[in-house]
T-cell receptor, first 117, second 113 residues
């Protein structure tokens, strides 16, 4: 089955430690995204990538880093510089080429809930 | 992206139609209306999108007013599994680049037995 996987589902870390969240997709999608969601709030874009070895900052990139070495993978590192890292993190992907059936649709993974103690 | 306004919460009886409104009075001519929903502690799921005409798929119907300043998502026969937060997003037609969708707080729909 095609889809997006995120691991782990729950993650606990001590304050001051870097942590990397995994995101893998086998949908052959070009674009991938990372969002953060706080309780009762909408989603905020952290980083996005349109192509391998290229990525752009979203609205709240400070304290985060990403890499896109493979089309299928877009890991997110939450660094110790992120002041309030406890949140629900969502990864998504989408097709870039307009004219296809689902243009504009983003497919989301199940999310990783990060708690920093 | 144009700003969208949705009610914070709504209730619906199981088996009845759920009508979720969205105001987007500043929407521009090239912006589509997208609807996503997020079941508790899961990732959002695409439902439907439209530009001018009403749209229908296996999940829902989207009714867009003639002046495009508002729209309504209709779930024709709501079930308990439709309980979720529903997001209305106004966004330009994709131009081949990545799409930075802006998710607001949405409407929390509760379907009651």
């Amino acid at each position: 089955d095609g889809g997006i996987t995120q691991s782990p589902k729950y993650l606990f870390r001590k304050e001051g430690q870097n942590v990397t969240l995994s995101c893998e997709q086998n949908l052959n999608h070009d674009a991938m995204y990372w969002y953060r969601q706080d309780p009762g709030q909408g989603l905020r874009l952290i980083y996005y990538s349109q192509i391998v070895n290229d990525f752009q900052k979203g609205d709240i990139a400070e304290g985060y880093s990403v890499s896109r070495e493979k089309k299928e993978s877009f890991p997110l590192t939450v660094t110790s510089a992120q002041k309030n890292p406890t949140a629900f993190y969502l990864c998504a992907s989408s097709i870039l080429r307009p004219g296809l059936a689902f243009h504009g649709e983003q497919f989301f993974g199940p999310g990783t809930r990060l708690t920093v103690l | 992206d144009a700003k969208t306004t949705q009610p914070t919460s709504m209730d619906c009886a199981e088996g009845r139609a759920a009508n979720l409104p969205c105001n987007h009075s500043t929407i521009s001519g090239n912006e589509y209306v997208y609807w996503y929903r997020q079941i508790h502690s899961q990732g959002p799921q695409y439902i439907i999108h439209g530009l001018k005409n009403n749209e229908t798929n296996e999940m829902a119907s989207l009714i867009i007013t003639e002046d495009r300043k508002s729209s309504t998502l209709i779930l024709p026969h709501a079930t308990l599994r439709d309980t979720a937060v529903y997001y209305c997003i106004a966004h330009p037609e994709p131009q081949g680049g990545s799409e930075k969708l802006v998710f607001g707080k949405g409407t929390k729909l509760t379907v009651n037995p």
